[in-house]
């Protein structure tokens, strides 16, 4: 069992940045695929980052919506994943959620295929 825990989310202005964290504890998370999800009022939760482990080294993926602004990182040594979020804009406002799930085939953007989440921390971005 893995549980995740998010912190760093808050109330930031447009352009501004802030920096998420993921802590994992009951097992180590070595080898996990970690994802970042986000969901706004009324939508669906969706994709926002992944990274998984390849033989030619770590994997990412931003959504178009994020790429270029948001980076995916993770320290194994500290069980914690992270993801530093600049050039905020409004339409970024949503409760983000971490998640990990054990290298599989599965599509990495899939929220379904993650088998642990964290409990969510909300992020506001005033315009």
């Known amino acids: 069992q893995v549980l995740l825990v998010e912190s760093g989310g808050g109330l930031v202005q447009a352009g501004g940045s802030l920096r998420l964290s993921c802590v994992a504890s009951?097992?180590?998370?070595?080898?996990?695929?970690m994802g970042w999800f986000r969901q706004a009022p009324g939508k669906e939760r969706e994709v926002v980052a992944t990274m998984r482990f390849t033989s030619n080294g770590p994997s990412m993926h931003y959504s178009d919506s994020v790429k270029g602004r948001f980076t995916i990182s993770r320290d194994n040594a500290k069980n914690t994943a992270y993801l530093q979020m600049n050039s905020l804009k409004p339409e970024d406002t949503a409760v983000y959620y971490c998640?990990?799930?054990?290298?599989?085939?599965?599509?990495?953007?899939?929220?379904?295929?993650?088998?642990?989440w964290g409990q969510g921390t909300q992020v506001t971005v005033s315009s």
């Open positions: 998640a990990a799930k054990p290298l599989n085939f599965d599509s990495d953007i899939v929220p379904s295929s993650y088998n642990y």
């Open positions: 009951g097992r180590s998370f070595g080898y996990y695929t």
